[in-house]
């Protein structure tokens, strides 16, 4: 299954950094080496439990690139210090004692360890290029492929841009995703449905395609001759999920809203269902405040701009302020009362 083509830009990048290490050096990278690895940690915060998979887009081979992951659980992978990959989750999945089985979204061939097989759509996404062009790294939230899950991106680095794509879990997607591009129609959804291994309803996911993981068209994909910023221009969908996740891709040419960076490599927490709302950086930011249902009536592509912090980004931290009070408090007690 072929990856976005933002994806692929970044790993233009990547390959384009590596050969100006190779002709000119940094000084900063030669005096300080960086880490051979990195640490992903993915949470599963879902009331459901999750088999997340991590692959590496360039061909790295990984240690674990999928398995089991229990509701309230998280577990760390080892990525090496240059990866460029992605992480997802599958869901509604059944694995016989050889690993072989199928999953309803995200599944990768069939296969309880991916492996290097890319995730069938829809799913969401989390995208990163550790150590890319200029020694920095790029990561995102894509949608651009689907969504199937909620899913936050929290960098070690405090520097870093916390990202979180939320459609509500207490709604579900059906109040923003157009009827035709639900996994499971409406009609088919009044019926109760439960999954395989367990007797909880299905109605938590409501996984949702992109109109170019739904019908590949050219126009959807930005391909053939729509391949560029003139050209290809967000759909339905992009617009409607853009107002859902302003910090998140919604189509092929997203790049200067939805890609983030850090100075140099660093870990990461994936965390599925983090609660709270989502993300609205400065690149995000537009005009009005939506919410996912009013974001389901109106197409407009403005993103809302009023949302409160985010559960993933209030659960960082708050190192931060103690440093800012610790250096206020000398100016505090030396400035005389009026």
């Known amino acids: 299954m072929s990856f976005s083509r933002h994806a692929f830009l970044l790993c233009v990048l990547r390959a384009s950094a590596a050969l100006a290490n190779i002709l000119s050096p940094s000084p900063l990278s030669t005096a300080f080496p960086s880490t051979p690895t990195r ?176 019908w590949g068209r050219d126009q959807d994909c930005c391909a053939g001759e729509y391949d560029s910023p003139q050209r290809c221009k967000p759909g339905l969908y992009s617009k409607r999920i853009k107002n859902v996740c302003p910090d998140a891709y919604s189509f092929a040419y997203d790049d200067a809203l939805s890609t983030f960076t850090l100075p140099s490599g660093s870990g990461f927490e994936i965390m599925f269902c983090p609660g709270g709302k989502s993300s609205i950086t400065s690149k995000g930011r537009g005009k009005k405040c939506k919410d996912p249902e009013e974001a389901a009536a109106n197409d407009a592509a403005n993103p809302q701009d009023c949302q409160s912090k985010s559960e993933a980004e209030s659960s960082r931290s708050p190192q931060g302020y103690w440093i800012l009070l610790s250096l206020s408090l000398p100016i505090f007690l030396i400035t005389p009362f009026s």
Request: glycine share 10%; proline share 8%.
């Open 39 to 214: 640490n992903i940690k993915i949470t599963n915060n879902c009331p459901e439990d999750l088999y997340p998979a991590i692959i590496g887009s360039d061909g790295t081979p990984l240690g674990e690139t999928g398995f089991y992951l229990a509701s309230n659980d998280a577990r760390t992978v080892v990525v090496p210090s240059s990866w460029v990959g992605r992480v997802w989750a599958r869901t509604n999945c059944t694995f016989d004692g050889n690993g072989r089985g199928h999953c309803g979204t995200g599944d990768c061939d069939k296969k309880l360890v991916c492996g290097t097989t890319s995730g069938e759509k829809p799913h969401t996404i989390a995208e990163f290029t550790v150590s890319g062009y200029k020694n920095e790294t790029y990561y995102d939230i894509s949608t651009v492929d689907g969504y199937n899950v909620d899913m936050a991106i929290i960098p070690e680095d405090s520097a870093g841009a916390v990202l979180s794509c939320i459609s509500r879990p207490e709604k579900g997607a059906p109040h923003w995703c157009p009827d035709e591009l639900l996994l499971t129609p409406p009609k088919e959804k009044s019926k109760l449905f439960f999954y395989p291994d367990d007797d909880i309803p299905g109605e938590y996911f409501s996984p949702c395609h992109s109109a170019c993981s739904k």
